[in-house]
């Protein structure tokens, strides 16, 4: 599916007024939220929460994804 992303930055820190380093949106339903190198660590939390595997870089020049469950690029 042309899947886009849901929000122009994490979705979890804009409603908290924090801030992200990079950002990563599901592949399943399009959320979009900060790395692991961001200090929420949303996406891996929706990961966790919702079971989601699949995230790719929405980051300018980054094209790339990455699979949770098998910690693994694609």
Request: some cysteine; charged content about 30%.
């Amino acid at each position: 599916p042309n899947l886009r992303p849901r929000a122009r930055g994490c979705e979890d820190c804009l409603a908290t007024g924090d801030r992200w380093v990079h950002l990563r949106m599901c592949l399943t339903c399009g959320k979009v939220g900060c790395c692991d190198d961001s200090k929420n660590r949303h996406a891996t939390k929706h990961f966790a929460s919702v079971g989601h595997p699949l995230v790719r870089s929405i980051e300018p020049g980054e094209d790339w994804a990455w699979c949770y469950e098998d910690l693994v690029d694609l």
